[in-house]
């Protein structure tokens, strides 16, 4: 258990917000590529 | 038709929202806690990935068991987009929680029971995916996913409590958890903001999957499930 | 019961053919042997090391040569497209299952007897009868842990291109619990249980046997079937 209080760490935070935040975003970026490849051999 | 499709990007965009609502809260906002100080913050998107996560999943198990009682297009659909997106939030977990463990233990990487979990989970349901993969004829696609869906998500307690008891033989780094009011509601947000955008990607990766199989019936007209088959597989 | 009978042939079937090609079960074995030498390279030759790690080299090296063993087991059919022929007889799909299990659990116990006293001589481990038949009795369990979505696995993947990928892809993770509960228990075997923990592990591997039997059971009809 760790007793004490961690100084600091923002360093941390923000990577750990940023990347989940870039995840999300280029999954969603990814389906609606897709998406939009589908449809179009679909009206091919 | 579109008036569906509109009502369900409704639930993308308020999920948009609500994460950045309830990010902010969680960053700027909520108190500090009191060991941890700022490194804690981090859990107002781990535990909604964490919990959201395990929700993919087990909507994936339900429409798995549909998909196999109805062999119906949309459940396979479904069961491959609940996957999917399980998939990405069990990845971002990881990295999460590997971020958080450095400041908080020093290591990178420490063998906790829910993050190894999670870990054999991650292995576990992108086979699932690698499976499908191989797989050209639709209708067996379907079931080969769900039976691969099934039988890894009963193999998810066995593995918990495996790796449990290999740990409760070392010292267990117990994650202090003490929530104070003010941090109750950036939590309660996060998750909920999660939730509704997962159910907008699941229906999106549905939907696409759904384009696909037409895009496949409509290439190749003659392909019925031959009698052994095997060099067609 | 018919059920049981069925199984039965489907057994007696696969044994007679590995009688009959004798050298794959041969080559499997050597595998086996070369796997655990492969592992003390890696460790290096500190003795005391070597020990501790026994029971999970051998475990590791009677998982990898499951795999093969699996592989094999369907390609016999595939390769003579016998399994059209076996569906085409009134063989119930489960019974069919039911007999592979049973063919491939008993090949997996063929390899511990081999396996286990080349271990013990590598690493330097010695063991009474009592630990032997302990031994036995784990691995039992966890050759019945292992064939059963092997089996239901194998069947699968064996009408794929990629088998030889798919097939450990698919499995390794999933039996890892097998694979901590026979390592702790043959660790426990080897080198003493002062706390009696060896019942929780043989328990878990026990559950896992129980529920995968069932469950596979349940699902390699569908698995089989020819579309819809």
Known sequence: ?44 | MSQRMTRIHIFGLVGLLMLLVGSFMGLFLAPQERYMGDVQRIMYVHLPTAWNGMLCYTFAFGFAIASIWQHKPKWDALTVGAIEVGVLLNALLLIQGSIWARPTWGVWWDWDVRLTTSLIMLLLFAGVLALRSFVQDPERRAVWTAIATLVAFVDVPLVYFCVRWWRSLHQVQSTPETVSAGMVWPLRINSIALLLLVIWMVAQRARLELIRRRNEQVDEPAKMAPVGGLENV | ?228
Not at chain 1, 14 to 24: C, M, S
Not at chain 3, 59 to 84: C, D, H, K
Request: charged share 10%; hydrophobic share 55%; net charge neutral.
């Open chain 3, 1 to 228: 019961m018919r059920m049981i009978s069925q199984a039965w042939a489907v057994v007696r079937k696969d044994l007679l053919l590995e009688w009959r090609g004798r050298s794959r079960i041969i080559s499997v074995l050597l595998f086996g042997v070369v796997t655990l030498l492969l592992f003390s390279f890696a460790v290096g030759p500190d003795s005391v090391l070597l020990k501790a790690a026994a029971g999970g080299f051998l475990v590791l090296a009677l998982l990898l040569s499951s795999t093969l063993g699996l592989s094999e087991s369907f390609r016999v059919e595939q390769e003579q497209r016998a399994i059209e022929g076996l569906l085409l007889l009134p063989v119930d799909p489960v019974a069919l299952y039911y007999g592979k299990c049973l063919s491939n659990t008993l090949f997996l116990m063929l390899l511990a007897p081999v396996l286990t006293p080349v271990a013990l001589f590598f690493y330097n481990v010695n063991l009474d009868l009592t630990g032997f038949l302990t031994l036995f009795g784990l691995w039992t369990l966890a050759a019945a842990g292992l064939s059963a979505p092997g089996t239901l696995y194998a069947a699968m993947t064996s009408r794929l291109q990629s088998q030889d990928v798919l097939l450990p892809l698919l499995l390794f993770p999933l039996v890892i619990p097998v694979l901590m509960g026979s390592v702790k228990s043959v660790t426990l075997v080897l080198t003493g249980d002062p706390m009696s923990q060896i019942q929780s592990w043989t328990l878990l591997l026990a559950s896992f046997a129980i529920i995968y039997w069932s469950l596979c059971g349940l699902l390699f009809p569908h698995a089989i079937e020819e579309g819809t």
């Open chain 1, 1 to 44: 258990m760790s007793e004490g209080v961690i100084i600091g760490g923002w360093n941390y935070v923000i990577a750990a917000y940023a990347i989940t935040g870039a995840g999300l975003v280029g999954y969603v970026w990814s389906l609606i590529a897709r998406l939009r490849k589908s449809h179009n051999r679909e009206e091919d």
